[in-house]
């Protein structure tokens, strides 16, 4: 996209456009907007996270609800264009899971939310869909504040990658 610099020096509604392709939470875009100007790319990240980390759960709900659930090709193809491409990038792993793994990640997908009331987060870079399968089957059994707090990591692992991606 652009270097450090191009990013500070962006209208804020040009900035807000492009933070809202790593985190879909308006109140994280709006103080990423705000934190500007970043003078290092580890700086940028460290000021991500912590904004993140400042956020309630209504805020993580709202980001949740940015992303396509893992597994659906067409949720992926159709759902915020925007950030799209890069979760369909990000879900590499499940292009090549058999028809069997694909629906058992869709029929857990399903019993997750019902449970959890938003859909299963997970940063899929580099994972397999067998892998995924593994980890939706242990973390479904959590109760609802320690899987809160695994979905808030998740996000925070997402965004940090898609702003790297981005720098």
Known sequence: MTDLQKLNELGKEDAAEIFSECCGTRLWINEMVDARPFNTNHHILESAEKIWKALDKKDWLEAFQHHPKIGDINSLKEKYSSSGELAKKEQSGVNIASVEVLQ????????????????????????????????????????????????????????????????
């Open 104 to 167: 058992e990640m869709a029929k857990l997908n399903n019993e997750y939310e019902k449970k959890f009331g938003y859909i299963f987060i997970i940063c899929a870079t580099g994972k397999t869909a067998d892998e995924m399968l593994s980890i939706i089957k242990n973390r479904i059994a959590n109760d609802p504040c320690s899987e809160i707090m695994i979905a808030m990591e998740e996000q925070n692992k997402i965004t940090k990658l898609r702003l790297e991606k981005l720098l």
